[in-house]
Structure formats: C-alpha cells, structure tokens
C-alpha cells in the first residue's frame, strides 16, 4: 500500500460517547441525555453520563494517540458545554476543556480535527422545536462563530456537522435516536434546517478569514442493485437518493435530487430564497464515514428493500464489504469533485474479550488492512483523499446500544475506566511505524 507522505492517519471520537462529566462545570442537558434516560430508549438503559470519563483522563487519552503514532485527532465539541442553553450565556469551564485539550494534542505534535456537532443538541433548543425550528441553524452559527474565535489559530481543520442523515432520519424520521420523534416530513424539514446551519457557519467562517480547512461529514453507503433487471436498477437509485444523494446534491448543485417528486413536495415549504447559495457555498473537503453497503431489490409499487448482507457481518450485523469504500471514493469524486476528500470514520464493532491483559480482535486488524487497501487503490486512481481516521479510538457509548458494541482500537473496562490497547491498535501501530519508515 502507498500514501503520499502528506497523507492525515487518525482516530476519531464523539463528545457524548467518551466525555462523561455529564453535569459537570456548567455543562448544559443534550438532547442524548434526556433520550438515554428515557425508558426503553437505550440498551439495558445505559446513559452517557460517564462513558470513558474522557473529560478528566483526556492527558491520559492523548498520551495513547501518541503511542499509536497517529497524526490527527478528530473530536467533537459538546454544544451544551459552550451554550448550556444553547444560546446566550457563554460557559468559560466548557471552553476551557477544549482549550486544554486541544494544547495537549499540539504539545503530543497531533494536529486536531475538530467536529462542531455530533448529535448532542442542547436540550433546551429541542424544546423549542430543535431542527424543526429554523432558528436553531443560526443559533448554531452563532455557537460555530465562538469555536472559530476562540480556537481558530489553533485548530486548522473543522467540520461541521457529522452524518446529518443521522441526525435527522434516526432523530426525527423513525426516532430511533435522540429526540426520538418519528414523521418523515420531519425527517425532510430537519435535514433542510441542518444543511442551512453547515451552510451559515460555512459562510461565518468565512468571513473571519481564518487560516484553515472547513468542510462536511456525510454518512455514505453505496447502493447495489440485486439483479440486473431494470426494476432492481430504478430501486437502487431510489435508495440512494434517500441515503446519499439527498445531502450530496443540495451540497454540490444547490438543489435537492430531482427525481424524488414526493420527498420534494415534502420540503419545498421549509426552503427559503437564498439557502441553497449558502448550503451549497464551496467547501474545503468532504468527510466520508463509510462502514457498508446496501443491496437493493425493488419492492411494490416504486419501493425498494434491503437484502440481507451477502458476506460476513460485523457485531452491529453490518456487512463487511471494502470494495465499496474503493466504489463509493470513486463515485463521489466523478460526480461531485473534484474536491478534497477524508474517510473520517471507518471501523468495526466486534464482541472483544479482555484475557489475561490482552484483546485478541484478528476480524477488527483484518477489517482495517483490507479497507486501508481500498483507500490506496483509489488513490492510485487519481481520488484527492487526503486522510483516514479510524473509527473508533476508544470503546465508547454507542448511541442506541449503550456500551454493548465495541468499535475501539483502544479497549475500555467501564468499570475502572483502564485502557488496554487491542491487538488491532497494535496493528495500527505498527502499520504507521512502516509508512514513516517507508
């Protein structure tokens, strides 16, 4: 496998998934701790009100990243730490923490990536309406504005929104996620409202003239057609309408996907003159998480369904499928580029067992070299990536499955909150030690 020298190689994490400190130095309620608290909500009522105690053993963390040998770090900032109401009072200890940790990642010589919003929305803006509510994408901007103030000589790479497919179908489409509502015009109306928020700190960001890199992460799955037939084929591209290109064409052509007539009918009443310039201002890059793909049959009358995985399955019974990372690479830079890419998160869930001090987890070490290959023949290619981070640096809270799936490289015993590193972290280890030596 060959990189250019240049190449970003990271790991990444979520606010609510690793922090804890859940009420701790002025933190405000999100809307994920009022869901995990919500009866039947999460597994086994698990709550992120601990997760890794990142908060207070962050030096710790970053001394971890260090001896992996990794270059970058992407983390998310918690909303509610800053604007604990959202909005209006500024939290100087919720600032601070990131301050901190963002000079220990400099002093460790890892350069930060810092995500603006992974899910965790202050849970007084939800009860205004959250991304129902217009208001909440420039109260956002504003939150935005403040990040970039305070950190933006120091953190020269910026994302804005993590995976808004997520955070508006899981959220708001069938309520699998925090808040838990469940429409699909509301699915449409949120994942409207938070395309106009990346697009207004976009534009913030801006016109502070900061030295740095902004862009998008967009949850990304290539789509199969299960037969040649035409019927497969239109299905397939119904399927990616809703999972890829809804977000991809509004970024990249300043219009939602033309050939969905009933989900356009949806949103045209949430659209006002002027936000598609903003949605679809030029970006810096595009962050891709990718993980698996999808294969599609046509089902009724203009309906598609998902088959069952074809292949081995990881622990969230996701299939393992690499070659999609290669096809979908391709497919972004041929019809949306050119325009720098990252995979800001790609990993694997798998049942891990601590024995005897160590973690065995050979699917996990196999799972990365195979798509790491992926990545280097796109490059090979002609794809612009410039990055990969590893999804995830530590065992974490993962949403809806509480501690129950395990994505770290970094292994976690949530009861005394040790770190053991897995043998795939070890892998990884190794594998920068080769490129460096390379």
Same mark, same amino acid.
């Given at each position: 496998m060959k990189f250019p020298r240049d190449f970003r190689w990271g790991v990444a994490t979520a606010s609510y998934q690793i922090e804890g400190a859940a009420q701790e130095d002025g933190?405000?309620?999100?809307?994920?701790?009022?869901?995990s608290r919500t009866p039947g909500k999460v597994l086994h009522g698990h709550t992120g009100d601990?997760?890794?105690?990142?908060y207070?053993?962050?030096?710790?963390?970053?001394?971890?990243?260090?001896?992996?040998?990794?270059?970058?770090?992407?983390?998310?900032?918690?909303? !509610?730490?800053?604007?604990?109401?959202?909005?209006?009072?500024?939290?100087?200890?919720?600032?601070?923490?990131?301050?901190?940790?963002?000079?220990?990642?400099?002093?460790?010589?890892?350069?930060?990536?810092?995500?603006?919003?992974?899910?965790?929305?202050?849970?007084?803006?939800?009860?205004?309406?959250?991304?129902?509510?217009r208001d909440t994408a420039y109260y956002f901007r504003d939150y935005a504005v403040t990040m970039f103030e305070e950190l933006g000589d120091t953190v020269k790479l910026w994302i804005t929104l993590n995976e808004p497919w997520c955070s508006a179908y899981l959220g708001y489409g069938n309520g699998v996620h925090a808040p838990g509502k469940s429409d699909l015009n509301w699915y449409l109306q949120a994942a409207h409202i938070l395309l106009l928020a990346h697009g207004l700190a976009l534009q913030a960001y801006?016109?502070?003239?900061?030295?740095?890199?902004?862009g998008i992460t967009l949850n990304l799955s290539p789509q199969y057609p299960a037969s040649p037939s035409r019927e497969d084929g239109e299905a397939c591209r119904r399927a990616d309408g809703f999972l890829n290109r809804w977000f991809l064409d509004p970024l990249f052509a300043g219009f939602y996907p033309q050939d969905m007539p009933e989900f356009l009918t949806a949103v045209a009443p949430h659209i006002q003159p002027g936000d598609f310039d903003l949605i679809s201002a030029p970006q810096d890059f595009l962050g891709i998480n990718y993980y698996s793909r999808g294969i599609i049959k046509a089902a009724g009358k203009d309906g598609y369904e998902a088959l069952p995985p074809a292949g081995p399955v990881t622990h969230m019974g996701w299939e393992v499928y690499p070659e999609g990372l290669y096809d979908l690479l391709l497919r972004v830079h041929?019809?949306?580029?050119?325009? !720098?890419?990252y995979i800001t998160e790609n990993g694997a869930a798998y049942p891990d067992q601590l024995m005897e001090g160590r973690v065995a987890d050979p699917e996990r070490t196999a799972y990365l070299r195979e798509h790491f290959a992926q990545a280097a023949r796109a490059l090979e290619a002609g794809v612009p990536l410039k990055g990969y981070y590893v999804w995830s640096f530590l065992d974490n809270f993962e949403w809806a499955f509480g501690y129950e799936r395990r994505f770290g490289i970094v292994y976690v015993d949530f009861q005394t909150q040790a770190r053991i590193i897995k043998d795939s972290g070890r892998w990884y280890q190794s594998f920068l030690k080769d490129l460096a030596r390379g």
């Open positions: 933190r405000g309620e999100s809307i994920w701790d009022r869901f601990v997760a890794c105690d990142h207070h053993r962050y030096k710790e963390d970053v001394a971890l990243m260090a001896e992996l040998g990794v270059d970058s770090y992407r983390f998310s900032i918690a909303w !509610p730490r800053i604007y604990p109401a959202g909005k209006g009072e500024l939290n100087p200890k919720g600032l601070d923490f990131y301050k901190r940790l963002v000079d220990e990642l400099l002093q460790r010589g890892i350069e930060p990536m810092a995500t603006l919003y992974h899910w965790d929305l202050p849970q007084v803006l939800e009860d205004k309406g959250g991304w129902l509510n801006r016109e502070l003239n900061l030295p740095g890199e902004i041929r019809d949306y580029g050119p325009i !720098p890419l």
